[in-house]
Nanobody
């Protein structure tokens, strides 16, 4: 069965970097669109970034453009979110989600069927 397992969260100082991993099992990453979402205390879940099944289509929320990069490693069947120049407002629980057979990606939570457990990212001095 399709499973999503996240890792890579932690505590970093402002301006630091962190890389989140999203390991997918049960289906090749080549058939799955991947979305990254985050939820801060007292706020609704926010779409951060997404990548299409073959990597040709990516999207980013305005607040992370130029700082975050989403990518696929098909050999490892793992998607990554590289986060640079982190700010305190990036603090949230980050979730990875998978949408099988979606050639184009989007950042709407309702479009995704399988979700990871979430990983805490805290940016603080």
């Amino acid at each position: 069965q399709l499973q999503v397992v996240e890792s890579g969260g932690g505590l970093v100082q402002p301006g630091g970097s962190l890389r989140l991993s999203c390991a997918v099992s049960g289906i090749s990453l080549e058939y799955v669109a991947i979305g990254w979402f985050r939820q801060a205390p007292g706020k609704e879940r926010e779409g951060v970034s997404c990548i299409s099944s073959r990597g040709g289509n990516t999207k980013y929320v305005d607040s992370v453009k130029g700082r975050f990069t989403i990518s696929n490693n098909n050999a490892e069947n793992t998607a990554y979110l590289q986060m640079n120049s982190l700010k305190p407002e990036d603090t949230a629980v980050y979730y990875c989600a998978a949408a099988p057979l979606q050639p184009m990606c989007n950042t709407e939570p309702s479009e995704y069927d399988y979700w990871g457990q979430g990983t805490q990212v805290t940016v603080s001095s």
